[in-house]
């Protein structure tokens, strides 16, 4: 296990038109998650799933005719906002499938919060419902994959784009190795009370014990006692866990890729 993975729910893989027609197909089918925000993560959760514009059958069932939303307060900024989230979702859902995307950075947690709350602007700015706000992004979703050139439709928005996601999102903060320990920790109980002893279940925990390894060497380096250095640990684990609810991102607002940096092979040994 490498990454975090993206995958829609199999009753969230689609955005539908008021009418409960799909409109998410083909070559659109990838960024249907963001859309509807019904997305899991994979081998452990942690992203929070959020359904800002998660639609019931009940609520589309609701809505027999298509009605055409009052566009007159969209403004050229609204507009731009929900044409980055576009962007960023598209960019996202091809991060996770295991591709990189020349010029954009990792956006499977910064772009998701702008995302979401570019869709809340919106909404709240403009005075529309989540539904018209969903069905606008999945248009410019549409324009940005059936450019004469997709990929250059998109490199055009990485500069802007970014721009206003380093002026809106905080950058993610870079774990050390006691927190990275303790997030490996965390993420090999929650799978292994999932999956039992799974091959993922096998990775995270041979990756919290390599990075628990590291972090007790370095304490022990510095004169610390070994009942000291395994109580900076637990103290960790402890605070990771008062950190899931703290409101304020939890794990989701560090860079758990720099984890993996972290627990790879020392060149003079082996684990």
């Known amino acids: 296990m490498n990454q975090r993975r993206i995958k829609s729910n199999s009753s969230a893989g689609r955005t ?21 925000f019904g997305v899991t993560t994979a081998p452990m959760h942690i992203l929070t799933v959020l359904s800002l514009f998660a639609l019931t059958p009940a609520a589309l069932a609701q809505s027999a005719a298509p009605v055409l939303p009052d566009l007159s307060r969209l403004t050229d900024d609204h507009r731009a906002m929900l044409r980055c989230g576009a962007a960023f979702a598209i960019v996202a859902t091809t991060q996770a499938s295991g591709e990189s995307v020349a010029g954009w950075p990792p956006l499977s947690v910064r772009g998701k919060r702008y995302f979401i709350d ?4 919106v909404m709240q700015g403009a005075t529309l419902d989540r539904i018209a ?3 606008l992004i999945a248009a410019d979703v549409r324009a940005l994959q059936t450019a004469a050139d997709p990929d250059a439709a998109l490199a055009a928005l990485a500069k802007p784009c970014l721009a206003q996601l380093d002026a809106t999102v905080p950058p993610l903060a870079k774990p050390g190795l006691r ?7 965390l993420a090999y109980e929650e799978v292994y009370a999932r999956e039992g002893l799974s091959a993922a279940a096998r990775d995270l925990k041979t990756l919290a014990s390599v990075l628990a390894a590291r972090e007790r060497e370095a ?14 640990l637990a103290q960790a684990r402890d605070a990771l866990v008062a950190e899931a609810g703290d409101g304020k991102g939890g794990i989701d607002k560090y860079e758990i890729a720099h984890c993996y940096e972290l627990a790879k092979p020392d060149e003079k040994k082996h684990y």
């Open 219 to 232: 304490l022990l380096a510095q004169g610390q006692t070994g009942d000291a250095a395994d109580r900076a």
């Open 179 to 185: 927190q990275c320990a303790a997030i490996m920790a």
């Open 118 to 121: 570019a869709g809340v602007a």
């Open 16 to 36: 539908r038109t008021l009418s409960g027609q799909p409109t998410c197909k083909g070559h659109e089918q990838r960024v249907c998650s963001w859309l509807l």
């Open 133 to 135: 706000v969903r069905d």
